[in-house]
């Protein structure tokens, strides 16, 4: 994305209180504030790529049950709150990037099947970077993820997450063609 004056420079980040960091940041992991919260003691952040790399170690070294936790702060995707409007922004503009908000009806039920089947095999829902990711990658993945371990999920859903992250991070910070890192 090509910067532009609504975006935060690093020194302008830097200069933040910690109110304004999560006012700022706070959702750049889904409805876990408190990642953000986390790091804000590493300032300076030499460019939105250390901003990430603190993020992503932070989530990183949490037991099993914090992973876990960040799951399920995820909404399903084309699921009950996308279909009751409640949505954050972020989450809303991914899963519509993705196509998911024009399913058919034969693509929204297998979804809705997948994410079941998926949520009662692992006990967190399925998460996948929405805008990395067209509707048909999704519903494939989501396919053939079901067949994996809890362990390998929960690692790779955590993977999906500092996509989503790192993407959502962009969108705030002034960057210059990083994109390529995911
Ligand atoms: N369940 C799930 O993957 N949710 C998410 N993915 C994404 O890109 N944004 C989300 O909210």
């Known amino acids: 994305m090509a910067p532009s004056s609504k975006l935060k420079t690093p020194a302008q980040i830097n200069n933040m209180d910690y109110e304004e960091?999560?006012?700022?940041?706070?959702?750049?992991?889904?409805?876990?504030?408190?990642?953000a919260a986390a790091v804000w003691?590493?300032?300076?952040?030499?460019?939105?790529?250390?901003?990430?790399?603190?993020?992503?170690?932070?989530?990183?070294?949490?037991?099993?049950?914090?992973?876990e936790g960040i799951l399920r702060s995820h909404p399903d995707l084309a699921g009950r709150a996308a279909s009751e409007g409640l949505l954050t922004k972020e989450s809303n503009q991914e899963q519509r990037a993705a196509g998911?908000?024009?399913?058919?009806?034969?693509?929204?039920?297998?979804?809705?099947?997948?994410n079941d089947m998926y949520r009662s095999k692992f006990g967190f829902p399925f998460v996948i970077c929405a805008r990395k990711?067209?509707?048909?990658?999704?519903?494939?993945?989501?396919r053939t993820r079901l067949n994996n371990s809890q362990?390998?999920?929960?690692?790779?859903?955590?993977?999906?997450?500092?996509?989503?992250?790192?993407?959502?991070?962009?969108?705030?910070?002034?960057?210059?063609?990083?994109?390529?890192?995911?």
């Open 41 to 67: 003691r590493y300032r300076p952040f030499k460019d939105v790529k250390y901003l990430h790399e603190e993020i992503c170690k932070f989530v990183d070294q949490l037991p099993p049950a914090g992973g």
């Open 133 to 142: 990711n067209k509707k048909d990658v999704i519903l494939e993945g989501l």
């Open 21 to 35: 960091f999560i006012d700022v940041f706070g959702n750049v992991i889904e409805h876990c504030s408190l990642c």
């Open 151 to 182: 362990e390998a999920e929960l690692q790779k859903g955590l993977t999906e997450v500092k996509k989503i992250c790192y993407l959502r991070l962009l969108d705030l910070v002034e960057h210059d063609g990083i994109e390529s890192r995911l």
């Open 100 to 114: 998911l908000s024009d399913l058919t009806q034969e693509e929204r039920k297998q979804l809705a099947q997948m």
